[in-house]
């Protein structure tokens, strides 16, 4: 994984919560220090992988939304 997202060069936004237990916080890390910059992590404190809670899942909607209008054209 490390090196296809190396390989990439494109720009990266991870999203991660401490409390998810499909995804390790080493595999999270792992992904954003192999991305090139510009890159983004944001940590979704307190939500499940699944973002089955419907605030958490809008909550990272509204963050990828925020966060892409930076880094891609519309």
């Known amino acids: 994984m490390e090196q296809t997202i190396r390989g990439l060069k494109l720009t990266l936004l ?15 890390a792992q992904s954003y220090q192999a991305a090139w910059h510009p890159k983004s992590f944001i940590s979704l404190y307190g939500a499940d992988h699944l973002l089955i809670d419907k605030r958490d899942s809008l909550h990272a909607g509204d963050m990828i ?10």
């Open 14 to 28: 991870v999203l991660y919560s401490p409390q998810d237990t499909s995804v390790r916080i080493e595999n999270a």
């Open 65 to 74: 939304t925020h966060w892409s209008k930076r880094y891609i054209s519309f």
